[in-house]
C-alpha cells in the first residue's frame, strides 16, 4: 500500500556540457520538473522530460508545472494505491498532458519498487540486466565538428550513432560519414522535418544503409508515413507519433514503421510504455528506448524500460557525463567500453538522488499536500 501524504515540485536548470540541435531548434540548458512523492517515509522520484518550449510536442515545462499542481496531484494527494500501475487510471479525467502525468506515474512505481524492496526493472517486467547504448548527436556548426563527435563516440564503445538531419543537413552530411565508417550501426532522426514533397530527396536515403530513418514526416502522422514506408527501402521508425498502445497498432497494421522508439514521457508513463512494447512484440516490431536529455532520474527510468525483452535495439541510453558535468544521481550512469550498462539488483534505480545537488540547481519549489488542498 502506498499513500500519497505530500507532493514536492521542484523546478531545476541545468547547463548541458554541449549544445543539443535537432531540426526544431537548439538548447543549451535544460530547465527540469522533478516529482517527489512523499509516501509515509518513502520518497519517490520521478522526472518530467517536457521541454522548455512546446517544439517536440505540445507540453513545455510551464504547463506540466500548472497541471501537476492544478490536476494531477490533487488526483492522488491523500490516495492509498497499490501498485504504480493504478496511477493511471486516477488521471483517466485529464486529457493529454503525458509528460507530466509519466512524471508521478513513473515516481508511484520508484515509490512500489522502494518499499517492496526490488529492483524497479524487475517490476516493470524486466528480462535483461544489460542495456545496449547508443547516441544521439545533434546538428553541429559543421561536418568536421560531428565527424569528430562521432569518431570519440565510436571510441567510447556506443554501439550505434544516430545523427540529427534537417534539409540541407541529411544526404552530404550521411556521405561524409559513410565515407569514414562504412560498417557500423548508423541511423538518422529527422524530427518531423520533412513533407511528401520532399519523397524524392528522402528515398536518398537508401544509399547508406541505415538502420532506420526516425519520424520523417509530421509529427502527428501515421498514415503518410505508411505511404513512404512503402517507397523507401530503409526502415521507418516512429517517435512523435506514437502517444499510447492504440497507436502502435495503428503504425504496425498500416506499415507505417518497421521499428518503433519508446519514450515514457511521450506515452504517459510506465504502464503505457509497457503496453506499447507489448504490441510492438506481438507485431514483430522491435523497439529501442529514446531520450530527452533527461537528468540521472530520468536516465535512470530509461534504462530500467529497457531491460524489457522487445528492446532489441540500442537505445539512446547514454552516460550522465555526455550531458552533465554533475548528475543527480549518486553512481551517476556508467557505460562500458563495450557499451553497455549493467542494471543492478538494489531496490528502486539503485542510486542515491543528490538532494543537495539537487537544493543548489532548484529555481523554484513547492510542496502541496492533502490538507494543504483543502484549505
Ligand atoms: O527525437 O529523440 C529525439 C532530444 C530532444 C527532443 C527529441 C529527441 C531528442 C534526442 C535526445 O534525440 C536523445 C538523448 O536524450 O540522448
Ligand atoms: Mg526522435
Known amino acids: 500500500m502506498i499513500k500519497v501524504e505530500a507532493i514536492t515540485l521542484c523546478e531545476i536548470r ?9 531540426s526544431f531548434g537548439r538548447t543549451y540548458h535544460r530547465r527540469i520538473l522533478l516529482v517527489c512523492l512523499h509516501c509515509q517515509g518513502t520518497e519517490a522520484w520521478g522526472e518530467c522530460v517536457a521541454g522548455e518550449g512546446p517544439h517536440y510536442c505540445e507540453e513545455s515545462i510551464d504547463t506540466a508545472w500548472y497541471v501537476t499542481r492544478e490536476y494531477l496531484a490533487p488526483a492522488v494527494l491523500g490516495k492509498t494505491v497499490d501498485r504504480g500501475r493504478d496511477c493511471a487510471p486516477l488521471f483517466a479525467g485529464i486529457r493529454g ?5 509519466a512524471a508521478v506515474e513513473n515516481a508511484l512505481w520508484h515509490a512500489e519498487s522502494l518499499q517492496k524492496g526490488v529492483a524497479l526493472w524487475r517490476l516493470l517486467g524486466g528480462t535483461r540486466n544489460q542495456v545496449a547504448c547508443g547516441v544521439s548527436i545533434g546538428i553541429q556548426d559543421s561536418v568536421e565538428q560531428l565527424l ?54 528522402l528515398l536518398k536515403l537508401d544509399a547508406f544503409n541505415l538502420l532506420m530513418v526516425e519520424q520523417p514526416l509530421w509529427n ?11 517507397r523507401i527501402k530503409t526502415a521507418i521508425c516512429l517517435d512523435e507519433s506514437i502517444h499510447n498502445a492504440r497507436d502502435a497498432q495503428m503504425a504496425a497494421e498500416l506499415g507505417a514503421c518497421r521499428i518503433m522508439n519508446i519514450k515514457v514521457g511521450r506515452v504517459g508513463g510506465f504502464s ?40 532489441t535495439l540500442p537505445g539512446d541510453v547514454s552516460a550522465s557525463k555526455r550531458y552533465w558535468k554533475e548528475d543527480i544521481i549518486e553512481p551517476e550512469v556508467l557505460v562500458s567500453p563495450q557499451g553497455t550498462v549493467q542494471l543492478s539488483d538494489a531496490p528502486g534505480t539503485g542510486r542515491v538522488i543528490r538532494k543537495d545537488l539537487i537544493q543548489k540547481l532548484t529555481v523554484r519549489e513547492e510542496t502541496l499536500s492533502a490538507s494543504s488542498r483543502k484549505a
Open 97 to 101: 498532458h503525458r509528460m507530466a502525468k
Open 148 to 201: 569528430e563527435k562521432i569518431a570519440t563516440e565510436l571510441k567510447a564503445g556506443y554501439q550505434r550513432i544516430k545523427v540529427k538531419i534537417k534539409p540541407g543537413w541529411d544526404v552530404d552530411v550521411l556521405e561524409r560519414i559513410r565515407a569514414l565508417w562504412p560498417g557500423i550501426l548508423l541511423s538518422c532522426d529527422a524530427n518531423s522535418a520533412y513533407t511528401l514533397d520532399d519523397v524524392d530527396h
Open 272 to 311: 503505457e510504455a509497457i503496453a506499447v512494447h507489448d504490441v510492438c512484440k506481438a507485431a514483430g516490431i522491435p523497439v529501442w528506448c529514446g531520450g530527452m536529455l533527461e537528468s540521472g532520474i530520468g536516465r535512470a527510468h530509461n534504462l530500467a524500460l529497457s531491460s524489457l525483452e522487445n528492446f
Open 220 to 230: 502527428d502522422d501515421i498514415y503518410f508515413h505508411a505511404r513512404l514506408q512503402k
Open 14 to 22: 541545468m547547463p548541458l556540457v554541449h549544445f543539443f540541435e535537432t
